[in-house]
Protein backbone atom coordinates (compact mmCIF):
# COMPACT_ATOMS: atom_id res chain seq x y z
CA UNK A 1 0.00 0.00 0.00
CA UNK A 2 0.94 3.46 -0.38
CA UNK A 3 -1.06 6.38 1.29
CA UNK A 4 -0.40 10.40 0.69
CA UNK A 5 -1.17 12.93 3.30
CA UNK A 6 -1.99 16.09 1.76
CA UNK A 7 -2.75 19.43 2.89
CA UNK A 8 -6.52 19.22 1.99
CA UNK A 9 -6.53 15.50 1.71
CA UNK A 10 -6.00 11.34 2.16
CA UNK A 11 -5.69 9.24 -0.56
CA UNK A 12 -4.40 5.24 -0.07
CA UNK A 13 -4.00 2.87 -2.55
CA UNK A 14 -3.18 -1.12 -2.99
CA UNK A 15 -0.76 -2.43 -5.87
CA UNK A 16 -2.86 -5.56 -7.53
CA UNK A 17 -0.97 -9.08 -6.92
CA UNK A 18 0.35 -9.71 -9.94
CA UNK A 19 1.88 -5.66 -10.01
CA UNK A 20 1.41 -3.10 -12.55
CA UNK A 21 -1.45 -1.70 -11.83
CA UNK A 22 -3.34 -0.04 -8.57
CA UNK A 23 -6.56 -2.20 -7.74
CA UNK A 24 -8.03 -0.30 -5.29
CA UNK A 25 -7.80 3.20 -4.10
CA UNK A 26 -9.66 5.57 -1.31
CA UNK A 27 -9.47 9.18 -0.54
CA UNK A 28 -11.36 11.28 2.13
CA UNK A 29 -10.47 15.06 2.73
CA UNK A 30 -9.07 16.95 5.34
CA UNK A 31 -10.57 19.84 7.46
CA UNK A 32 -8.60 23.40 6.11
CA UNK A 33 -6.03 23.48 8.51
CA UNK A 34 -5.81 19.96 9.59
CA UNK A 35 -2.15 19.81 7.74
CA UNK A 36 -0.11 22.54 7.34
CA UNK A 37 3.20 20.97 5.30
CA UNK A 38 6.30 22.54 6.58
CA UNK A 39 10.22 22.22 6.46
CA UNK A 40 10.65 23.64 9.84
CA UNK A 41 6.76 24.04 11.87
CA UNK A 42 4.42 21.17 13.28
CA UNK A 43 2.80 19.92 9.99
CA UNK A 44 0.20 18.04 11.51
CA UNK A 45 -1.77 20.74 13.42
CA UNK A 46 -5.03 18.27 14.20
CA UNK A 47 -4.02 14.83 15.02
CA UNK A 48 -6.94 13.39 16.04
CA UNK A 49 -8.81 14.43 12.38
CA UNK A 50 -5.61 13.58 10.50
CA UNK A 51 -5.44 10.01 13.04
CA UNK A 52 -9.03 9.36 12.29
CA UNK A 53 -8.97 10.18 8.55
CA UNK A 54 -5.55 7.83 8.07
CA UNK A 55 -7.67 4.62 9.78
CA UNK A 56 -10.52 4.67 7.86
CA UNK A 57 -8.83 4.97 4.47
CA UNK A 58 -6.11 2.78 5.11
CA UNK A 59 -8.57 0.02 6.74
CA UNK A 60 -10.59 0.30 3.86
CA UNK A 61 -7.91 -0.84 1.29
CA UNK A 62 -5.69 -2.81 3.25
CA UNK A 63 -6.52 -6.08 3.11
CA UNK A 64 -4.63 -7.72 5.31
CA UNK A 65 -1.31 -5.95 5.38
CA UNK A 66 -0.19 -3.41 7.41
CA UNK A 67 2.82 -1.88 5.80
CA UNK A 68 2.62 0.91 3.78
CA UNK A 69 4.77 4.18 2.08
CA UNK A 70 3.93 7.25 3.16
CA UNK A 71 4.10 9.79 1.20
CA UNK A 72 4.85 13.19 2.15
CA UNK A 73 3.74 17.06 1.18
CA UNK A 74 6.67 18.24 -1.07
CA UNK A 75 6.96 21.46 1.00
CA UNK A 76 7.80 19.37 4.16
CA UNK A 77 11.17 17.65 2.44
CA UNK A 78 13.55 19.38 0.98
CA UNK A 79 15.53 17.63 -2.63
CA UNK A 80 18.43 18.17 -3.60
CA UNK A 81 21.02 17.15 -6.43
CA UNK A 82 24.26 17.24 -5.38
CA UNK A 83 27.55 16.61 -7.90
CA UNK A 84 30.74 15.07 -6.59
CA UNK A 85 33.95 13.40 -8.50
CA UNK A 86 33.61 10.37 -6.06
CA UNK A 87 32.18 9.36 -2.81
CA UNK A 88 33.16 6.93 0.05
CA UNK A 89 32.56 3.40 -0.77
CA UNK A 90 31.10 2.79 2.96
CA UNK A 91 27.65 4.17 3.79
CA UNK A 92 28.12 6.08 6.43
CA UNK A 93 31.20 7.93 5.50
CA UNK A 94 29.37 8.87 2.09
CA UNK A 95 26.52 9.71 3.95
CA UNK A 96 28.77 12.27 6.44
CA UNK A 97 30.10 13.24 3.27
CA UNK A 98 26.44 14.09 1.77
CA UNK A 99 25.37 15.65 5.11
CA UNK A 100 28.75 18.42 5.06
CA UNK A 101 27.69 19.57 1.80
CA UNK A 102 24.02 20.16 2.63
CA UNK A 103 24.66 22.49 5.31
CA UNK A 104 24.35 25.02 3.13
CA UNK A 105 21.28 24.44 1.36
CA UNK A 106 19.26 24.17 4.68
CA UNK A 107 17.01 26.42 6.90
CA UNK A 108 17.40 23.93 9.81
CA UNK A 109 20.62 21.58 11.08
CA UNK A 110 21.40 19.20 9.27
CA UNK A 111 22.30 17.23 12.52
CA UNK A 112 18.51 17.42 13.61
CA UNK A 113 17.63 15.86 10.60
CA UNK A 114 17.42 12.62 8.50
CA UNK A 115 18.47 12.32 5.29
CA UNK A 116 17.83 9.59 2.52
CA UNK A 117 20.04 9.14 -0.68
CA UNK A 118 20.66 7.90 -4.20
CA UNK A 119 23.53 8.01 -6.22
CA UNK A 120 23.85 8.06 -9.97
CA UNK A 121 26.48 8.34 -12.60
CA UNK A 122 27.13 11.23 -13.55
CA UNK A 123 28.99 13.37 -16.86
CA UNK A 124 31.74 14.51 -14.08
CA UNK A 125 31.77 11.51 -11.67
CA UNK A 126 28.67 11.46 -9.28
CA UNK A 127 25.48 12.90 -8.66
CA UNK A 128 23.43 12.33 -5.39
CA UNK A 129 19.53 13.10 -4.64
CA UNK A 130 19.35 13.80 -1.23
CA UNK A 131 15.99 14.23 0.28
CA UNK A 132 16.48 16.10 3.76
CA UNK A 133 13.84 16.97 6.37
CA UNK A 134 13.65 17.79 10.26
CA UNK A 135 13.41 14.33 12.21
CA UNK A 136 10.83 16.15 14.45
CA UNK A 137 8.53 16.55 10.94
CA UNK A 138 9.06 12.84 9.67
CA UNK A 139 8.40 11.66 13.23
CA UNK A 140 5.11 13.16 13.68
CA UNK A 141 3.79 11.72 10.32
CA UNK A 142 5.16 8.64 11.09
CA UNK A 143 3.63 7.86 14.62
CA UNK A 144 0.10 9.19 12.54
CA UNK A 145 0.50 6.37 10.81
CA UNK A 146 1.91 3.63 13.95
CA UNK A 147 -1.05 5.18 16.12
CA UNK A 148 -3.90 4.34 13.29
CA UNK A 149 -2.33 0.50 13.21
CA UNK A 150 0.01 0.67 10.52
CA UNK A 151 3.69 0.92 9.31
CA UNK A 152 5.21 3.22 7.28
CA UNK A 153 8.17 1.23 6.32
CA UNK A 154 9.44 3.60 3.82
CA UNK A 155 8.45 7.58 3.77
CA UNK A 156 8.86 9.39 0.77
CA UNK A 157 8.12 12.98 -0.35
CA UNK A 158 5.05 13.34 -3.05
CA UNK A 159 6.87 14.87 -6.22
CA UNK A 160 10.09 11.51 -5.87
CA UNK A 161 7.19 9.35 -5.03
CA UNK A 162 5.04 10.55 -7.85
CA UNK A 163 7.89 9.84 -10.63
CA UNK A 164 7.96 6.02 -10.27
CA UNK A 165 4.62 6.83 -12.59
CA UNK A 166 6.75 8.56 -15.23
CA UNK A 167 8.25 6.85 -18.21
CA UNK A 168 11.82 9.30 -18.53
CA UNK A 169 13.84 7.37 -21.34
CA UNK A 170 14.55 10.76 -23.39
CA UNK A 171 14.23 14.03 -22.07
CA UNK A 172 11.30 14.44 -19.65
CA UNK A 173 10.02 17.25 -17.82
CA UNK A 174 7.64 16.11 -15.25
CA UNK A 175 5.31 18.59 -13.47
CA UNK A 176 3.47 18.77 -10.43
CA UNK A 177 0.63 20.82 -8.59
CA UNK A 178 -0.57 20.88 -5.18
CA UNK A 179 -2.01 23.87 -2.78
CA UNK A 180 1.07 24.71 -1.80
CA UNK A 181 3.69 23.69 -4.53
CA UNK A 182 4.88 23.58 -8.17
CA UNK A 183 7.62 20.78 -7.92
CA UNK A 184 9.28 19.92 -11.39
CA UNK A 185 11.81 17.22 -12.52
CA UNK A 186 13.26 17.04 -15.56
CA UNK A 187 14.41 12.93 -16.40
CA UNK A 188 16.77 11.30 -19.47
CA UNK A 189 17.57 8.14 -19.72
CA UNK A 190 16.36 7.13 -16.52
CA UNK A 191 18.35 9.79 -14.49
CA UNK A 192 16.93 12.58 -12.60
CA UNK A 193 18.91 15.67 -13.59
CA UNK A 194 16.84 18.80 -12.38
CA UNK A 195 14.29 19.04 -9.49
CA UNK A 196 12.92 22.42 -8.47
CA UNK A 197 10.32 22.77 -5.60
CA UNK A 198 8.72 26.09 -6.17
CA UNK A 199 5.98 27.81 -4.03
CA UNK A 200 3.11 28.10 -5.56
CA UNK A 201 0.39 30.71 -4.11
CA UNK A 202 -2.03 29.68 -7.08
CA UNK A 203 -2.47 26.39 -5.10
CA UNK A 204 -4.26 24.08 -8.34
CA UNK A 205 -6.10 26.99 -9.98
CA UNK A 206 -3.18 28.08 -11.25
CA UNK A 207 -3.61 28.71 -15.20
CA UNK A 208 -1.61 26.96 -18.36
CA UNK A 209 0.19 30.20 -19.24
CA UNK A 210 1.08 30.59 -14.97
CA UNK A 211 2.05 27.06 -15.02
CA UNK A 212 4.30 27.37 -18.25
CA UNK A 213 5.92 31.05 -17.08
CA UNK A 214 6.58 29.45 -13.60
CA UNK A 215 8.72 26.89 -15.11
CA UNK A 216 10.31 28.43 -18.19
CA UNK A 217 13.45 29.46 -16.26
CA UNK A 218 14.33 25.67 -15.32
CA UNK A 219 13.65 24.56 -18.74
CA UNK A 220 15.73 27.13 -20.43
CA UNK A 221 18.53 26.32 -17.27
CA UNK A 222 18.14 22.20 -18.40
CA UNK A 223 18.42 23.47 -22.49
CA UNK A 224 21.45 25.43 -21.59
CA UNK A 225 22.99 23.28 -19.65
CA UNK A 226 22.92 19.85 -21.20
CA UNK A 227 22.16 21.18 -24.70
CA UNK A 228 18.82 18.84 -25.28
CA UNK A 229 15.12 19.69 -25.93
CA UNK A 230 12.40 18.61 -23.92
CA UNK A 231 10.97 16.15 -25.29
CA UNK A 232 7.65 14.66 -23.45
CA UNK A 233 5.70 16.34 -20.47
CA UNK A 234 4.04 14.71 -17.94
CA UNK A 235 1.47 16.93 -15.67
CA UNK A 236 -0.54 15.68 -12.35
CA UNK A 237 -2.41 17.42 -9.80
CA UNK A 238 -4.00 19.54 -12.26
CA UNK A 239 -8.35 18.70 -13.13
CA UNK A 240 -7.78 20.21 -16.33
CA UNK A 241 -4.44 19.64 -17.56
CA UNK A 242 -5.19 19.65 -21.14
CA UNK A 243 -6.06 23.68 -20.09
CA UNK A 244 -2.18 23.78 -19.99
CA UNK A 245 -0.96 21.84 -22.45
CA UNK A 246 -1.10 24.54 -25.31
CA UNK A 247 1.23 26.91 -22.86
CA UNK A 248 3.48 23.82 -22.36
CA UNK A 249 3.69 22.36 -26.06
CA UNK A 250 3.92 26.54 -27.58
CA UNK A 251 6.87 26.85 -24.68
CA UNK A 252 8.75 23.32 -25.32
CA UNK A 253 7.42 22.07 -28.55
CA UNK A 254 6.55 19.15 -27.04
CA UNK A 255 4.02 16.28 -26.53
CA UNK A 256 1.90 17.04 -22.98
CA UNK A 257 0.01 14.12 -21.33
CA UNK A 258 -1.57 13.34 -17.71
CA UNK A 259 0.86 11.51 -15.95
CA UNK A 260 -1.35 9.12 -14.21
CA UNK A 261 -3.33 7.42 -16.84
CA UNK A 262 -5.64 4.69 -17.17
CA UNK A 263 -3.47 1.88 -17.63
CA UNK A 264 -1.97 2.15 -14.33
CA UNK A 265 -5.42 1.87 -12.86
CA UNK A 266 -7.50 -1.04 -11.83
CA UNK A 267 -11.15 -1.24 -12.61
CA UNK A 268 -12.40 -0.91 -9.20
CA UNK A 269 -9.98 2.90 -8.24
CA UNK A 270 -13.23 4.46 -7.55
CA UNK A 271 -14.26 8.09 -8.34
CA UNK A 272 -10.76 9.67 -7.23
CA UNK A 273 -10.15 11.86 -9.77
CA UNK A 274 -6.30 10.10 -11.72
CA UNK A 275 -4.68 14.03 -11.55
CA UNK A 276 -4.94 13.48 -7.62
CA UNK A 277 -3.42 10.18 -7.36
CA UNK A 278 0.29 10.86 -9.02
CA UNK A 279 2.03 10.55 -5.56
CA UNK A 280 0.23 7.09 -4.61
CA UNK A 281 0.63 5.63 -8.04
CA UNK A 282 4.20 6.16 -8.37
CA UNK A 283 4.89 5.25 -5.69
CA UNK A 284 3.50 1.86 -5.73
CA UNK A 285 5.24 1.29 -9.53
CA UNK A 286 8.03 2.78 -9.19
Not at 82 to 99: C, H, M, N, W, Y
Request: glycine letters at 8%; a negative charge.
Amino acid sequence: MACEIAADRVIAGRIAEKGGTVEMCASHELPPGCVVPDLMEVNLRERKSVFGTLQEILDSVSGRSRDVIAVLPDASVRVVLLDFETLPGKRQEAESVVRFRLKKSLPFDVEKAQVSYQAQPSATGVRVIAAVALTSVIADYESAFREAGYSPGVVMPSMLAALGAAEGSRPTLVVKVDTRTTSIAILDKQQLLLFRTLENTRGVTITGEQLAEDIYPSVVFFQDTYHLNIEQIFVAGLSDSGGAAPALRAQTGAEVRDLVDGSQLGTTFGSIPKWRMAGVVGALLS
